[in-house]
């Protein structure tokens, strides 16, 4: 069983950084990819970086390239989204997903089974 805990939102002015962390059950960066979403209210939940569990390569939404930053830590089974330069846009509650999502499906919900209970980020102007 996955299990993926999401942490780290908490309330920041804009123009600052954060840093979430999605600790995985052990095992789970080896064979899954890794992803996060994001909902802002009354918004649907949209796909914001992802890492694939083969070779490692990044995908990023265009709202945020150039800003956030998705990395992991196999040891740790970890995976962190950095985000720097955060607008009053970025306010969401952020998702961890992991799944066995494939180069056209890697910005896909349906691609990813398995999901964090979400990690409420406010950015303030």
């Known amino acids: 069983q996955v299990r993926l805990e999401d942490t780290g939102g908490r309330p920041v002015q804009a123009g600052g950084s954060l840093r979430l962390t999605c600790a995985a059950s052990?095992?789970?960066?080896?064979?899954?990819?890794m992803a996060w979403f994001r909902q802002a209210p009354g918004k649907e939940r949209e796909f914001v970086a992802a890492i694939r569990a083969s070779g490692g390569n990044t995908y990023y939404s265009e709202a945020v390239k150039g800003r956030f930053s998705i990395s992991r830590d196999r040891a740790k089974s970890e995976v962190y989204l950095q985000m720097n330069s955060l607008q009053a846009e970025d306010t969401a509650v952020y998702y961890c997903?992991?799944?066995?999502?494939?180069?056209?499906?890697?910005?896909?919900?349906?691609?990813?089974?398995?999901w964090g209970q979400g990690t409420q980020v406010t950015v303030s102007s």
């Open positions: 997903a992991a799944g066995r999502a494939i180069l056209s499906t890697i910005r896909t919900m349906s691609a990813y089974g398995y």
């Open positions: 052990a095992g789970t960066l080896s064979t899954l990819s």
